[in-house]
């Protein structure tokens, strides 16, 4: 039965957190909810790592294959989406176990992330022929003279942010600034923090080449073909911005060699991974592990 908390299992890519996760849903009663921004997309599976079709029989995963990838899924929407599934999980006396590696969906669940209007692509579109005609420190400036906050804190080379945060000026009349300042609380429950971290990131960075081979061995150029085809997606998405999709995406637009294309998805991955580190470092009251282990976890949950 559940005791009312929620656990939340993190850690950088390829650190193990699915087989780990599928052995807690088996050992403790507990149902997954992925925290993962590109495995919420349909038809991205193999560059995901999304679970296969026998361990999704094992251990069901909530918020994956729930959006096309031409949409831009965010941190509120999945928040709102989290909490609804939470809910679900805990009303049928079981406990949530959210499982993933985008830190800042679990800062906007357990945090609170402001409520910024949606996406506009009637808006946005304008902006991204500015940002490929002017380059992002243009945009940036005239970010600097609408929001002087946000300016400041983003970095004149960030165009994802830049764009953004001019988006949401254009379609509310509001800076960024002033919704940030009116966020809404974040989780106010009992929350278990685990992370796999592994000591070694010689022995991650091995793992993580390993897997970019294996997904292309998989099918992962093919993959990016079929999305490739459709005609209505573009490298500015962020499902296309996702880590090896984008690098794949280049190939296939003939903009980098079969070779440049592995390497930048491996170094890609090892920044992302870097990223995570360091937000995993900021999190308060998490406990590290630096293997995946069942028994160290039943230890945490009893206490």
Same mark, same amino acid.
């Given at each position: 039965?559940?005791?009312?908390?929620?656990?939340?299992? %993190?850690?950088?890519?390829?650190?193990?957190?699915?087989?780990?996760?599928?052995? %807690?849903?088996?050992?403790?009663?507990?149902?997954?909810?992925?925290?993962?921004? =590109?495995?919420?997309?349909?038809?991205?599976?193999?560059?995901?790592?999304?679970?296969?079709?026998?361990?999704?029989?094992? =251990?069901?995963?909530?918020?994956?294959?729930?959006?096309?990838?031409?949409?831009?899924?965010?941190?509120?929407?999945?928040?709102?989406?989290?909490? +609804?599934?939470?809910?679900?999980?805990?009303?049928?006396?079981?406990?949530? /176990?959210?499982?993933?590696?985008?830190?800042?969906?679990? +800062? &906007?669940?357990? !945090?609170?992330?402001?409520?910024?209007?949606?996406?506009?692509?009637?808006?946005?579109?304008? #902006?991204?022929?500015?940002? &490929?005609?002017?380059?992002?420190? &243009? #945009?940036?400036?005239?970010?600097?003279?609408?929001?002087?906050?946000?300016?400041?804190?983003?970095?004149?080379?960030?165009?994802?942010?830049?764009?953004?945060?001019?988006?949401?000026?254009?379609?509310?009349?509001?800076?960024?600034?002033?919704?940030?300042?009116?966020?809404?609380?974040?989780?106010?429950?009992?929350?278990?923090?685990?992370?796999?971290?592994?000591?070694?990131?010689?022995?991650?960075?091995?793992?993580?080449?390993?897997?970019?081979?294996? %997904? /292309?061995?998989?099918?992962?150029?093919?993959?990016?073909?079929?999305?490739?085809?459709? !005609?209505?997606?573009?490298?500015?998405?962020?499902?296309?911005?996702?880590?090896?999709?984008?690098?794949?995406?280049?190939?296939?637009?003939?903009?980098?060699?079969?070779?440049? %294309?592995?390497?930048?998805?491996?170094?890609?991955?090892?920044?992302?991974?870097?990223? *995570?580190?360091?937000?995993?470092?900021?999190?308060?009251?998490?406990?590290?592990?630096?293997?995946?282990?069942?028994? *160290?976890?039943?230890?945490? /949950?009893?206490?």
């Amino acid at each position: 039965m559940s005791d009312g908390r929620i656990v939340c299992l %993190m850690g950088p890519t390829a650190a193990g957190k699915t087989d780990l996760a599928v052995a %807690m849903v088996e050992a403790f009663g507990m149902d997954i909810v992925s925290v993962d921004s =590109a495995m919420v997309y349909r038809g991205m599976d193999i560059g995901t790592a999304k679970p296969d079709t026998e361990t999704l029989a094992r =251990a069901p995963h909530r918020l994956i294959d729930i959006c096309d990838p031409a949409d831009a899924y965010s941190a509120g929407r999945f928040r709102d989406d989290a909490r +609804r599934e939470i809910a679900a999980i805990q009303a049928a006396g079981r406990t949530p /176990l959210l499982v993933g590696g985008t830190m800042l969906y679990y +800062r &906007a669940l357990l !945090g609170g992330i402001a409520a910024l209007p949606p996406s506009d692509p009637e808006v946005r579109e304008p #902006l991204l022929a500015e940002l &490929a005609e002017l380059g992002a420190p &243009a #945009l940036h400036t005239r970010l600097l003279a609408i929001d002087p906050v946000a300016g400041a804190r983003i970095h004149p080379n960030d165009p994802q942010r830049i764009v953004r945060a001019l988006e949401v000026h254009s379609i509310s009349g509001r800076t960024l600034t002033d919704f940030q300042n009116q966020t809404p609380p974040g989780w106010d429950g009992p929350v278990l923090k685990i992370a796999v971290m592994p000591e070694s990131r010689e022995v991650l960075h091995e793992r993580i080449a390993r897997r970019f081979h294996a %997904m /292309l061995d998989a099918g992962l150029i093919e993959e990016v073909e079929a999305l490739h085809r459709r !005609g209505d997606l573009n490298p500015e998405l962020p499902s296309i911005r996702a880590v090896g999709y984008r690098q794949v995406w280049s190939y296939l637009a003939g903009e980098i060699s079969h070779d440049t %294309m592995i390497e930048r998805g491996i170094i890609a991955t090892r920044q992302l991974a870097k990223r *995570q580190y360091t937000w995993l470092r900021s999190e308060t009251d998490l406990h590290v592990l630096t293997k995946a282990n069942l028994d *160290q976890v039943q230890g945490l /949950l009893s206490t």
